[in-house]
């Protein structure tokens, strides 16, 4: 059974910068396309960021480009999640996914892509 257990959220002020961290357990890592997905109170699950098994493509929300960067280490069975610029918008659960079927990638956003999840990590933004 896959498990992700995700690490690293906390509260920043608007223009910080956090590192969040998933790691996979259960499964090999580099069989597992992976993502970060976050939901704020009220408001429906949105897709963060993809990324390939072996790391080589990246996908991001529109609304998170040039701040937010996705990488993993498959040798430490590890996801990441670097957060710069942080805007109040952006306070929310923060959760890990992972897939072991195939998607096309125009479709990383849609979290029923997705079997496995962490339980989140909260990231709070104040102005």
């Known amino acids: 059974q896959v498990q992700l257990v995700e690490s690293g959220g906390g509260s920043v002020q608007a223009g910080g910068a956090l590192r969040l961290s998933c790691v996979v357990s259960g499964y090999a890592s580099s069989h597992l396309y992976m993502a970060w997905f976050r939901q704020a109170p009220g408001k429906e699950r949105e897709g963060v960021a993809a990324?390939?098994?072996?790391?080589?493509?990246?996908y991001y929300a529109n609304s998170v480009k040039g701040r937010f960067t996705i990488s993993r280490d498959n040798t430490k069975n590890t996801l990441y999640l670097q957060i710069g610029s942080l805007k109040p918008e952006d306070t929310a659960m923060y959760s890990c996914?992972?897939?072991?079927?195939?998607?096309?990638?125009?479709?990383?956003?849609?979290?029923?892509?997705?079997?496995?999840w962490g339980q989140g990590t909260q990231v709070t933004v104040s102005s």
């Open positions: 996914a992972a897939s072991d079927a195939y998607f096309d990638s125009g479709s990383w956003s849609d979290p029923d892509n997705f079997q496995y």
């Open positions: 990324i390939s098994t072996g790391g080589s493509y990246q």
